[in-house]
């Protein structure tokens, strides 16, 4: 038979998850962003890169639930509050399937005129939401993106001017949707100099083939509700290839470090349970 002490024991256990899952329902559904500095080792040409931070902004799905574009100006500012050298901008701005909490589609000028307020050097690769068919979502980004001063990389390389001095930023345009070609993402970067690789599914991280800094990706919004299966699932449902990637640090093949931002809004479920809306500020470490 239950004991009254231990049915009341059980009962506080019930009740406390209740509320710690309650909370965390509430505190990410309402908006709350936070930014984590995020300490990498890694092997530069360029000894001043070191200290070098780079913020990672990833899968904003703006129109999702609580993704406004007066939300997306306090993640700005917040952006601009940490100071960071450089800020990727990986993908996934737009939400393509609507759910049912989902608002307004806002166009993609606006989504583009909030950006440029980030302070920081930046640049953009689009994701699988932005590369979608409907209404002609791709082109009116890539105008969008063109007619700001972000540079929007498709198979594509720039080199950015940062305080600690020069790094390219290479994208990959995305696997699922775009047309990725690695040789024409690289074809300017020199052998000698520092890269970061940006591609929107870490499943990019695959065709890699150069040292690199860093490689930067988002995608699977850290299971955003359920965990591994949603990061399976989410955005790319259809993906049959996909590899286990979750969140987090990786070290890829050749050693280089690899980063799956969290992400910030949502896609499909209107919620983020356990897996705050967040971005990471990764500092360049020397190993
Ligand atoms: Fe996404």
């Not at 305080?163 to 930023?169: A, H, Q, S, Y």
């Not at 074809?187 to 591609?199: A, F, K």
Request: aromatic letters at 8%; hydrophobic letters at 40%.
């Amino acid at each position: 038979m239950v004991s009254r002490r231990s049915f009341l024991r059980g009962s506080l256990g019930i009740a406390t998850g209740l509320a710690g899952t309650g909370y965390y329902f509430h505190d990410v559904t309402t908006g709350r962003y936070t930014i984590e500095d995020v300490p990498i080792k890694t092997k530069l040409l360029n000894d001043d890169l070191y200290g070098l931070k780079i913020l990672i902004v990833t899968d904003l799905h703006i129109g999702a639930h609580n993704m406004t574009l007066e939300h997306l100006d306090d993640i700005v500012d917040a952006i601009n509050d940490k100071q960071p050298d450089v800020v990727l901008l990986a993908g996934d701005y737009i939400l393509a399937n609507r759910d049912f909490r989902s608002h307004t589609n806002y166009t993609p000028s606006q989504i583009t005129d909030a950006l440029e307020k980030i302070k920081a050097p930046k640049a953009a690769v689009l994701g699988n939401h932005d590369l979608n068919r409907s209404n002609n979502m791709a082109a009116r980004l890539t105008q969008a993106f063109d007619n700001s001063d972000i540079p929007l990389l498709r198979n594509q390389s720039i080199r950015l001017d940062t305080d600690k001095g020069k790094i390219w930023i290479a994208g990959l345009d995305n696997m699922y949707g775009g047309l990725p070609d690695y040789a024409a993402t690289m074809m300017n970067v020199p052998d000698d100099e520092d890269v970061i690789y940006l591609t929107h599914s870490p499943d990019g991280f695959a065709l890699l083939r150069r040292n690199a800094a860093l490689a930067v990706a988002g995608d699977t919004h850290c299971g955003q509700v359920i965990g591994r299966s949603f990061a399976d699932a989410v955005d790319g449902d259809y993906v049959k290839t996909r590899e286990d990637w979750y969140c987090g640090e990786y070290s890829l093949i050749d050693g280089a470090p690899a980063y799956v931002s969290g992400g910030i809004g949502t896609s499909g479920i209107p919620a983020r349970v356990f897996v705050p809306s967040r971005s990471e500020m990764i500092i360049l470490e020397p190993h």
